[in-house]
């Protein structure tokens, strides 16, 4: 569930983090295909997100992230079982 802060606030006695000064959580998001990470991210950067790290390539993992408007952190990434390496 996403929550404006003060209304996340109602949640917890806890004092809510500032998630642009400490990571509190790295969110992931699995895709079908390898476009769909990049359809995404751009999407982010549009809405005004930051791009925090290069994209990763392992073969048969692809994985980017961006920093949301918030500082929230995100993985997107779309990973090929068959072709993960064995052991």
């Not at 005004?48 to 500082?71: I, N, R, T």
Request: aromatic fraction near 12%.
């Amino acid at each position: 569930m996403l929550l404006v802060r003060d209304y996340f606030k109602t949640f917890t006695k806890k004092e809510v983090s500032d998630a642009t000064k400490t990571t509190e959580v790295i969110n992931a998001l699995s895709c079908e295909t390898r476009k769909e990470v990049d359809v995404i991210i751009n999407k982010a950067k549009e809405a005004g997100a930051k791009l925090y790290d290069e994209p990763k390539d392992y073969g048969w993992m692809y994985q980017h992230g961006f920093q949301d408007l918030d500082g929230h952190l995100w993985e997107v990434f779309f990973m090929d079982e068959k072709a993960m390496p064995k052991g």
